[in-house]
């Protein structure tokens, strides 16, 4: 059982009505400008450690690190 088109136009009608499309496109700009400062901030964050980061070949994940040992075994 979802939400059917309906009752999602409904939603955004009653939305519309008491917030204003002025205020929800101003709204909606802000959060833009957030959530592009969030992704700014990370990549400044990302470039300041170094780029120490080893890649997983097998599924693309970057897994940050730090070697502090290292562990050489006889065979």
């Known amino acids: 059982m979802g939400i059917s088109i309906w009752q999602l136009l409904i939603i955004l009608a009653i939305v519309l009505v008491l917030f204003g499309a002025k205020r929800l496109r101003n709204l909606g700009g802000d959060l833009g ?3 592009k400062g969030f992704r700014s ?3 400044e964050d ?3 450690k170094g780029g ?5 070949q097998g599924s693309g994940h970057v897994i940050n690190g730090e070697v502090t040992s290292k562990k050489h075994d006889k065979v």
Do not use: G, N, W, Y
């Open 33 to 35: 400008s957030a959530i």
């Open 41 to 43: 901030a990370m990549k």
């Open 46 to 48: 990302d470039e300041a």
């Open 52 to 56: 120490d980061k080893l890649e997983d």
